[in-house]
């Protein structure tokens, strides 16, 4: 088959299911084909579910000639992150110490991927336990970024972002604590969706920080995906973070008009100390938008300065918390870089984190006040471009900083506020490296977020352009 035909985007590929154009056989057959073609050059994949993956595919095909077409996700073929509980299938978080684990219960996003039809093609490469930014991992070996593979595709979901811009499956599920969603999207040139916090159930996924992780997906356009949270979003009865607030039409919102919607744009902060090309593309990108009908208004959000130690505070003294059990018994098993940061958490002042927590508070206050004068705010998805694998400085304009203080910096103020937040490609620099625009709004107004997104994706071509791999 054509490589082409994986490489289209979920809502492209489903009416053909549907309309049994094409079979979810043929197409599971030729990510599979594209896996092995690629997996050692980019190394997305940890666990590749070949067996599960070709029962899946024909029980769909069998369903949609029978006319039980289950929706947009029936037959498509989508990589799971290795943070995620897959019954029958091995689970790692890119770990030595869970190496051996299956687990017998499925995670409650996977579980209703599932249902909604998925073809599970793989577990997908991952930073250590979710801790850090780049998926140079000391037991997997590294995963590499599709657009020049001596460089890193960003963490912790790297190996999702890698597999998806790469044409290995149609979308992928990830995690976010610190940007690990927007981080490798924004670097591998697709799509990272960030929900709010609470709108996806964490349950089943293995926690980086209880109260910074967020679900969502990785895909190929925006309306993939709206797609994807549709079938993952709602309550969930064993995760009481998860909400259970009404779920709107994402699909059909979506395609609203963006005329007269403001854009805030947060001069300070989000705009120092970024790379000059990502600078400019961002400014474009924005200056499109106001072509399109939306206002471009000035926002100020005091405090930011202080997210960097709210997260570490927060990560530190969570992780370590999850992770106690292991360290007592198997403190040997963590990479060296993993357990340096666990080790940390031992001596980390109560105090500290309590505190952390109540300037949370603060933030959100800050932010929720200045989405009282604008509609969402846009940004750079990040100051820098990615290093190659094994480097840890960047240049972020006219500061060299190391790459987890760059790839963190405009992206956990929406991970400590739980702000729903979008990277969509934007352009690319001179070298041929994608860039990411971010889009931020209100708590469960993804639909707003992904409707800007959309209105940018549909009046440019970045998204549409793909790695050269053969």
Known sequence: ?????????????APLLQKKEISPLELFDAAIERIHQLQPKL??????????????????????????????????????????????VRTTAGSKILAKWIPDYDATAVARLHRA????????????????VTNDNPHYGPARNPWDPSRVPGGSSGGSAAAVASSQCAASLGSDSGGSIRTPAAVCGVVGLKPTYGRVSRWGAIPLAWTLDHVGPLTKSVEDAAIMLAAMAGPEANDPSASSRPLPDYRKEIHESIRGLRLGVPRQYF???????????????????????????????????????????????????????????????????????????????????????????????????????????????????????GEVWVQSGDLREHVIDAFLRFNIPYDLTGLPAISVPC??????????????????EEATILKVALAYERSTSWHLARPALE
């Open 1 to 13: 088959m054509p490589e082409v035909l994986i490489s289209r985007p979920i809502h492209q590929l």
């Open 43 to 88: 190394n997305s994949f940890i666990t590749i579910t070949e067996e599960q993956g070709r029962r899946a595919a024909t029980e769909a095909e069998s369903e949609i000639r029978k006319g039980q077409y289950r929706g947009p996700l029936h037959g498509i073929p989508i990589s799971i992150k290795d943070l995620f509980a897959t019954r029958g």
């Open 117 to 132: 039809g998925m073809v599970l093609v793989g577990k997908t490469h991952m930073h250590e336990f979710a801790y850090g």
């Open 271 to 389: 705009f120092q100390h970024v790379d000059p090309e990502i600078e400019r593309l961002v400014s474009a990108a924005i200056r499109q938008l106001e072509s399109l009908g939306a206002t471009h208004v000035e926002v100020e959000i005091p405090d930011l300065e202080n997210c960097s130690a709210m997260e570490a505070h927060i990560t530190l003294a969570e992780a370590t918390s999850y992770h106690e059990p292991y360290l007592r018994k198997q403190a040997d098993d963590y990479g060296p870089g993993v357990r340096t940061n666990l080790e940390a958490g031992r001596y980390l002042l109560a105090t500290d984190y309590v505190k952390s927590q109540r300037a949370r508070t603060l933030l959100q206050r800050n932010f929720n006040e200045a989405l009282q004068h604008a509609d969402v705010i846009v940004s750079p998805t990040l100051p820098a471009l990615p290093p190659r694998v």
């Open 427 to 444: 352009g690319f620099s001179s070298a041929g490296l994608p860039i990411g625009l971010q889009i931020a709004g209100r708590a469960f």
